[in-house]
């Protein structure tokens, strides 16, 4: 993994961890999340909150503006029955961009996307099967941008119908799901540190990781970390202030 990025984030050291309280059991179900993201669908105001981050913490790879970013989007799909997960991918390690690494079902916009939510639809159905009609678009986390270039709109949906994931496999090495009470639970946040003379420009790079072991995979470790993880803070964010208004 460090090949493509300079460093590798699994070996840097963890230097804090959160201390806000995990998000409150009712909050982890689906009767409670699709009223919370009906009524910010109908209340533009509601909730009242803050992103953490909207941007990596290391210096871009090159001069990145909002106008000159890749556009992408990529889809954080709520799934389950008794418990409420997030599905997500770790990627080939042949690819272009941020190969090996755990992300969200997404990928570039083509110019014949009409919309966000359309690349996010349409970029999970061609990564991990699930089609655009197995899909309620819930809403929008703000957008992000990445240290190599990228623009991207996370889009929220819950998955409506199992029906399996296919992978692609020239893209995505596996799919696998996390709980979301392990992901809304700051005691499973990391804050990382890779000091300036590991770095790859010089500068200390911060960022956030998630290790989670999979009971599905024999508790093999998935890497959580940098943009994927922000979003994820960002979301933890978002669904706290709406509890605390709810």
Known sequence: MSSSIGFDPRAA?????????????????????????????????????????VQDRRRPLRPVTRETAVRASVLIPFTGEQQVSIVLTQRTEDLSSHAGQVSFPGGRAEASDPSEEHTALREAHEEIGVH????????????????TGFLVTPVLGRITAASGYVRDQREVADVFEVPLSFLMNPANHQVRVVPAHESPTGELIRFYAMPYLSPAHAHREFFIWGATAAMLRNLYHLLSAAMREY
Do not use: H, N
Request: hydrophobic fraction near 40%; include cysteine; charge should be neutral.
């Open 13 to 53: 050291r963890i230097e804090s961890q959160p201390t806000e309280p995990a998000l409150p059991e009712r909050a982890l179900s689906f009767s409670v999340l699709e009223d919370i993201f009906s009524r910010m669908r109908a209340q533009p105001k509601f909730p009242r909150w803050s992103p953490e981050m």
């Open 132 to 147: 655009p009609q197995c899909i309620a678009v819930w809403g929008r986390l703000p957008d992000y941008m990445t240290a």
